[in-house]
């Protein structure tokens, strides 16, 4: 039974009838608009969504409210993904795809696309999950909750990211004995898996665009090469994967990187008919490499390690080089020069204690002249 004050009332045709105020801009005071459903209950908690809706929204309410209250969040995330599927890139398809899949469609059977506020979610994803998947899924839910807003089907106000629970991690790099150990190793019997590894160590390519290099996108008389291209490994369908070459990551992944003497002469070294430099008539599989880059670790000795710690290593000896922090931003092809500094302009524990150790020369010359 309806409870006074609420504006709830039950219709002469049986259905039960919410009544809701909403900021009318074009008429320039409120106005009231009508949920409907079957029972009281059903009412009462449109009701509420659109309460905390407008909550959020504020004078953004009242457009096409109706369907905030009706709509599953699953229906609209599967509409959003046939966009996303026909305009983007097959890899952010596949991205999003597996985080909707993996969890928010699990996290989210039955809620309603009003629901969706930051209470709500908050509630609903649980402590386990890591940083990094916790901001995948409200990425992929404020992409939903935007793409409902943009098909003028509800206003949507997004979501906010909670807070960080663990610190960003430490960018490993290799130590100046297993990058000696490194190079040693890839210069005996040196073919173009080892030339490969090297190269990434000389230009701090991503593994996706060294498999990618063409012989045509190095230019031999100005001792240059361009990043074109990206391959990498995405599932298909039915659990089953298919290696798929795309443009690099983003617009500023596309760059132009000099070569050092050195890179050029290995270049010229192992120059064939091919169109791939390193797969010859197509792009070379990751993994090959990948797993190539570990066994060379496990002959030398040296611990397990995964091949982004070249790019890694690469990026560290160019800050401690004394490079400029634009200039290495542009040849790993970071959207900004910020990325870059966040990740690589760290000194290491030797540059710290060298530090210490002219302060300590600078305090004992100033001992020196008082005595």
């Known amino acids: 039974m309806a409870r006074h004050g609420e504006n709830i009332r039950k219709r002469a045709d049986g259905r039960w009838e919410g009544r809701y105020p909403v900021y009318s801009q074009e008429k320039g005071k409120k106005i009231y608009r009508s949920v409907y459903a079957p029972t009281y209950d059903g009412v009462r908690k449109k009701l509420t969504i659109l309460k905390n809706l407008s909550e959020n929204a504020g004078d953004g309410m009242g457009k096409r409210d109706d369907i905030c209250c009706d709509v599953k969040l699953t229906d609209m995330a599967q509409k959003w993904l046939v966009e996303v599927q026909t305009k983007r890139k097959p890899s952010t398809y596949v991205k999003y795809s597996v985080i909707y899949q993996n969890y928010i469609e699990a996290i989210f059977p039955e809620a309603l696309l009003g629901e969706m506020t930051d209470t709500f979610v908050k509630e609903k994803i649980t402590e386990g999950l890591s940083d990094s998947v916790r901001n995948s899924i409200y ?8 793409f409902a807003s943009e098909k003028d089907m509800a206003y949507m106000p997004s979501l906010r990211k ?30 173009l898996y080892k030339m490969a590894v090297l190269l990434c160590l000389l230009t701090g390519l991503r593994l996706g665009e060294l498999c990618a290099l063409k012989w045509s996108d190095i230019d031999f008389e100005n001792k240059i090469f361009t990043v074109n291209r990206t391959v990498q490994r995405l599932y298909a369908e039915e659990k089953k994967t ?25 270049l010229m070294k192992f120059q064939n008919g091919k169109e791939y430099v390193f797969g010859g008539d197509k792009p070379l599989e990751p993994r090959t490499l990948q797993y190539y880059f570990k066994k060379i670790c496990k002959d030398t000795g040296m611990p397990d390690k995964n091949f982004h710690i070249l790019r890694h290593t690469f990026s560290t000896n160019c800050i401690e080089g004394g490079m ?25 524990m030797d540059s710290k204690r060298q530090y210490l150790n002219a302060l300590s020369r600078f305090y004992g010359q100033i001992c020196g002249q008082a005595g």
Do not use: W
Request: glycine letters at 2%.
């Open 139 to 146: 990425c992929v839910l404020n992409q939903i909750l935007k």
């Open 324 to 348: 400029d922090v634009k200039s290495l931003s542009e040849m790993l092809g970071h959207s900004d020069v910020q990325i870059t500094l966040n990740r690589y302009v760290h000194p290491s």
């Open 162 to 191: 909670p807070a960080q629970t663990t610190r960003r991690k430490t960018i490993r790099v290799l130590t100046q004995r297993e990058q000696k150990e490194l190079i040693s190793a890839l210069y005996q019997e040196m073919n």
């Open 242 to 266: 298919v290696l798929l070459e795309s443009p690099p990551k983003s617009e500023s992944s596309k760059r132009e990187i000099p070569l050092s003497e050195e890179a050029f002469l290995l």
